[in-house]
């Protein structure tokens, strides 16, 4: 789709809205999800360890790696496979933004 839409190196304006409100949607969901589920998960682990932040940073980090892999092996092959792996990454990566 991306290459038929481009002429001569100029992606088509509409096409180009497109792809940024896509990546903005998920960018926010991703956001909005990830401090959520960092928060919850930092607070009910605090009850076991005082430590529970730097854990769920921690652990958010090593989660997040095979989603950067598989969104940058993937992105010249299928469009909706990098967007699904993009939105696990940020939502895990935001995980630590809590």
Known sequence: MFALSCKRGII???LR???SLVFGVITCVGGFLGVTCGSLV???????TMDSDPLVCAYSL????????????????????TWVSQQCLFLILLIIDK
């Open 42 to 48: 930092a607070s009910r682990l605090r009850l076991y």
């Open 17 to 19: 809205c497109r792809i």
């Open 62 to 81: 090593l989660a997040a790696a095979p989603f950067l892999y598989c969104g940058l092996l993937l992105a010249s092959r299928s469009l909706l496979n």
């Open 12 to 14: 088509v304006f509409a």
